[in-house]
């Protein structure tokens, strides 16, 4: 992600991201409801503090959208049966060491915490804040230490670029010119860091605690399927004429492959239950139009500028790729496909108990 | 604090924090072991996971120094007592919003952990950091969440600026010359911070918990005491020269004092006895040489520099303090002063069971 909050910042550039969080608040409320109301575990029941982890935060005004309504939820549902002493919050944000943390505690936490005056009304309010570096791959919080967990849009993120991938060509990520052995790679990663993600957040999660995640997936069973590869095809269409143009190297081409996996919903199915954990509550589809980005290709392609740009420039160096003529050059094409077709980011929430 | 990792930075100029916590180590050392061995509470004894607090941690190569004294102390007990089990560690970081985590999360935890891996030497050891982001004048962690709290270097720094210290002239910090008004004003002030700091405390530090601060102080009972308030007065002293050169006005040196008290043996003892909630286990006070700061007067004033240059700027404006004149001036008077007298930092440590 671009961090900061400048015009390419994430911070600027997440209308989509979180479109989806607003699509899910249904889910993120009951899921929350059963948390304080339905759990027969006394953890939570007589916890005097609550903690929620938000993993793979990022920086921007979506850093903090569920911690908001974590905190508002559960004092609605404290005061309506009669607890007057509402339970201190914990809400410990949680983003690769590179995330831009400076900000969030600068300019998002003290509004995050003047809106929680205004919106909660209790100067008694505890909410602490904190950030927690390192990969959801691991371990990142003490043993069932957690009342609930929420990430949205990061879990399509590999923890690496698979091995094996090298013949993929010009493609960037699985394209319909992809051969099987490398789809096959992609999968297999995405089996070995799900289940990893699952593992460690089961050790940290305690008994009757709640996760909702949402990630980028298919409708399709099939990998290749353009749904989820589209929007990296246009990227690849631009880098591709930069390499006609002499501007980068072909080979360097070659060896730039995007770190993601949006799995079908079966393929997260399948691995929930191998994994053992978890029990799944609600595992279901929705989409989003491109147009919810903002209305049109432009926006979609600084969107995705703002989440692929530290990738494209650890890869072919920042002197080629933060300049203005390739921004433009991208832009021009996903403004031009967004215009022929409703493609569409598919999001898939989903929850246990 | 100068954040960042350059020349002028706090991280390149603490090298006299440094020491002050090296000559601490065994009063945390024996802390740390009372925790452990001679707790009464189960909450200590039965815990899977020990939390531990740095409060005003800054950025550098000091942040995480006590955090592995603890993991080494506890590794060592728990292995000499038979315990295979290490518990899971948590570090909770904690500054004012504007300290620079991302540097942390970026340079030092990574080399946290690769020494921790050389030094405890076990692949299962579990070490969560955090950072948490706030002033310690207010609460910052869960009810009862913290096993050990450590503090060195900071809780000298006042929560604001007193009231009623505008008639202190020239002077920057208590002087010479100041009115004894001024004098009450800074330590009322004082008294209240830092009775709000023990109060914040006793919520967060669970039974049996232990607690080590070390802050700068003095000597003598009288707070205009040279000891405390020269180095002070070496910056007022350059000041002043930049007010006769019309580089800077009278009014803005006038308006300018530091949010600092340096309280003596007796004041620290008082206040704790006086909010009740912790009971003192040692109180002691220790000299530190200025030759500790690097050898010379230049290095302590490089060291003054990355403390107080954001307080500088935010007053003065940064055209006007971030000149290569300022520096210098301030450099070669300190290096003389220093040339003259034996001056030293003061610190005491102690903590509580």
Redo the contacts between chains.
Sequence with gaps: MNGGIGEASYANNSLVQEKVISMTKPIIEAAITELIMCSSSSMVRGA??L?MAELGCSTGPNTLIVAMEFVKIVSRLCRKHGHDQLP?F?I?LNDL??N???SI??SF??SFHAQLLQEVGSSAL?C??????GSFYG???????LHFVHSSYSLMWLSKVPERVEINKENIYIGSTSPASVITAYYEQFQRDFSTFLRCRSEEVMCGGKMVLTLLGRRSESASSKECCYIWELLALSLKEMVSQGLIEEEKLGSFNIPQYTPSLSEVKTEVEKEGSFTINRLQVSEIAWAACGGCGYNVAKCMRSVAEPLLVGHFGELVFVTAAFVARFLAVVALMAGLGDRAFVARPWWRG
Tied chains: 1, 2.
């Design positions: 005097k503090s903690c201190e914990q410990q060491p590179g831009d943390f400076n505690f600068k936490a003290p505890y602490f804040i904190s950030g927690v570096p371990r990142l919080f003490a043993a069932n230490s």
